[in-house]
């Protein structure tokens, strides 16, 4: 005859199980110190390459978004024709982290465009530059980069994998376009 403190007991049992079990497979999932960190914070490194100026920052931290990290973003990334600042969408730098994480580096990105003024682009497209009417740089979200370190057709692979906005590949001038768009390629 069962009694309920054996019930009880078999109830337990199988929640100690489960919770056994469960815990067994957490414990062989192995975390890296650099995704625990990723959990507390998100650090982006820049080197543009018209202006020489470089910046490595913590752009997001304890679930927020720091403004002034977000100003010396925009800063670096500024239409360097017009010296014209303007938002960068954090959106494009969460894609730009975890691009970093889907390419496994830290390397600094090489920024040969990040914001541009409507003026530069009509005049970039006067100048017969292949530059969109439209363009997301003038909205801040788009930027062309290459990454030392990695080819650039990994470049495009990576950013093509994370299916979060546009990607375009242009070998012969050595970058690869990446915004937060619609998702497409070229």
Known sequence: MRTDSTRGTGINRRRFLAWSAATLAMASTPITLAQAARTEHRDLAFHNLHTGEKLTVTYWEHGRYLPDALSEVNHVL??????????????????????QQRLDTQATFEVISGYRSPETNRRLRAQGRNVAVYSLHM????????????????????????????VGYYPRSQFVHVDVGNVRSW
């Open 139 to 166: 909205e801040g979200e788009a930027i062309d980069i290459r990454v030392p370190g990695r080819d650039l057709s990994q470049v495009r692979d990576a950013a093509l994998s994370l299916q979060k906005g546009g």
């Open 78 to 99: 500024r239409d360097h024709r017009a010296n014209e600042v303007h938002p960068i969408d954090p959106d494009l730098l969460d894609t730009l982290d975890a691009l």
